[in-house]
């Protein structure tokens, strides 16, 4: 039997709710405060400590101490999705939000696992180092967004040649850097054996380059569980239909909720692909032949795109043309079977 306490996961501290005593404590998000809270629970679950299960939301690097001390103490954990907690709190009818009813909401989500839901987290250093690498290179691509940006206003209005001059000097030098970034990574993903694997079954598809692998090959290790929706959605590729009654009809649209750094690292290859991959032309083409706006359907051919990747990944196998092929043909006879 297991001994499930919540903890709401913040910038610097830990909101903690321990049921056996009816206590929510707020503590340093810290090595030194994580150590002084395991001695207490310890204290008032004494033999029954082996069976605690601490259930918290992923936030980035805030949460990342809270899971490497549950790995290094042999800690029982389910890290829950972010999405899963909201619809569950949403269920419970939390009205009003606090890191307090948060922590307690979240040791309520007990009631919805099976034990096959909980491990002691593993922790992969080349996974923890490439997240890290990944997440680097999305704020240097921020920074030269945001200075060609100014750049090409100060352009527009023909300003300051000085300024004009450091700014070419400065997105010149963060192109480098994002360059240096993705060899790094793809350097650590080859150094690693089970990645390398895996990033070469990705990038088998014809349009996948480095950085759309290495995109995909995070997205994927980040959510080893995860299934094909939960792979859209966590991409934030999931389509969202707004429809109620005969008063509102909007366009569906995709949902954005996913890190849209995937998003971003795909739209380049999705265009390579569409010229020449002839399977995912052939998808687009049938697409745009049946009315899609061209930016949908592009959509569509990077959500495709996602979904073959991670079949690869899941079976460890490189693109089969031939099995593709027939898949398509099938399809085909399906569509015409149809009509």
Same mark, same amino acid.
């Given at each position: 039997?297991?001994?499930?306490?919540?903890?709401? *996961?913040?910038? +610097?501290?830990?909101? %903690?709710?321990?049921?056996?005593?009816?206590? &929510?404590?707020?503590?340093?998000?810290?090595?030194?405060?994580?150590?002084?809270?395991?001695?207490?629970?310890?204290?008032?679950?004494?033999?029954?400590?082996?069976?605690?299960?601490?259930?918290?939301?992923?936030?980035?690097?805030?949460?990342?101490?809270?899971?490497?001390?549950?790995?290094?103490?042999?800690?029982?954990?389910?890290?829950?999705?972010?999405?899963?907690?909201?619809?569950?709190?949403?269920?419970?009818?939390? @009205?009003?939000?606090?890191?307090?009813?948060?922590?307690?909401?979240?040791?309520?989500?007990?009631?919805?696992?099976?034990?096959?839901?909980?491990?002691?987290?593993?922790? &992969?250093?080349?996974?923890?180092?490439?997240?890290?690498?990944?997440?680097?290179?999305?704020?240097?691509?921020?920074?030269?967004?945001?200075?060609?940006?100014?750049?090409?206003?100060?352009?527009?209005?023909?300003?300051?040649?000085?300024?004009?001059?450091?700014?070419?000097?400065?997105?010149?030098?963060? @192109?480098?850097?994002?360059?240096?970034?993705?060899?790094?990574?793809?350097?650590?993903?080859?150094?690693?054996?089970?990645?390398?694997?895996?990033?070469?079954?990705?990038?088998?598809?014809?349009?996948? =380059?480095? /950085?759309?692998?290495? +995109?995909?090959?995070?997205?994927?290790?980040?959510?080893?569980?995860?299934?094909?929706?939960?792979?859209?959605?966590?991409? =934030?590729?999931?389509?969202?239909?707004?429809?109620?009654?005969?008063? *509102?009809?909007? /366009?569906?649209?995709?949902?954005? /909720?996913?890190?849209?750094?995937?998003?971003?690292?795909?739209?380049?290859? %999705?265009?390579?692909?569409?010229?020449?991959?002839?399977?995912?032309?052939?998808?687009?083409?049938?697409?745009?032949?049946?009315?899609?706006?061209?930016?949908?359907?592009?959509?569509? *051919?990077?959500?495709?795109?996602?979904?073959?990747?991670?079949?690869?990944?899941?079976?460890?196998?490189?693109?089969?043309?031939?099995?593709?092929?027939?898949?398509?043909? /099938?399809?085909?006879?399906?569509?015409?079977? %149809?009509?």
């Amino acid at each position: 039997m297991f001994n499930y306490i919540g903890i709401d *996961v913040s910038k +610097a501290t830990l909101q %903690v709710y321990i049921p056996i005593k009816d206590e &929510n404590i707020s503590i340093d998000n810290s090595k030194k405060a994580l150590i002084s809270l395991y001695s207490k629970l310890k204290k008032y679950y004494k033999k029954e400590i082996a069976n605690l299960v601490i259930i918290f939301e992923p936030t980035g690097s805030y949460s990342a101490l809270l899971k490497r001390f549950c790995a290094d103490k042999n800690i029982y954990a389910f890290i829950i999705n972010p999405r899963q907690s909201a619809n569950f709190a949403k269920a419970l009818d939390n @009205r009003s939000k606090s890191d307090i009813i948060d922590a307690k909401m979240l040791y309520k989500f007990h009631v919805m696992l099976k034990d096959s839901d909980i491990a002691v987290p593993i922790i &992969n250093k080349a996974q923890e180092e490439l997240s890290e690498m990944l997440t680097y290179y999305k704020f240097l691509q921020k920074q030269r967004v945001s200075f060609s940006n100014h750049l090409e206003a100060l352009s527009a209005k023909d300003g300051s040649l000085y300024i004009t001059k450091k700014l070419i000097k400065e997105v010149k030098q963060l @192109r480098e850097q994002e360059e240096e970034m993705i060899l790094k990574m793809k350097s650590l993903i080859i150094s690693d054996e089970i990645m390398a694997l895996k990033f070469e079954n990705i990038t088998s598809i014809v349009g996948i =380059g480095d /950085r759309a692998g290495i +995109a995909l090959i995070h997205l994927f290790i980040s959510y080893p569980d995860a299934n094909r929706q939960e792979i859209v959605a966590l991409s =934030g590729l999931d389509a969202i239909e707004n429809t109620s009654g005969t008063s *509102v009809q909007k /366009r569906t649209r995709i949902s954005k /909720r996913g890190s849209a750094i995937y998003r971003s690292m795909l739209f380049m290859p %999705v265009l390579s692909a569409i010229q020449h991959n002839p399977y995912m032309k052939l998808f687009y083409d049938r697409l745009k032949t049946n009315g899609k706006h061209s930016t949908s359907a592009q959509i569509a *051919v990077m959500r495709k795109m996602i979904l073959i990747a991670h079949s690869l990944y899941k079976n460890d196998v490189q693109f089969d043309s031939k099995l593709y092929e027939k898949n398509l043909a /099938r399809k085909e006879q399906d569509i015409q079977k %149809v009509a």
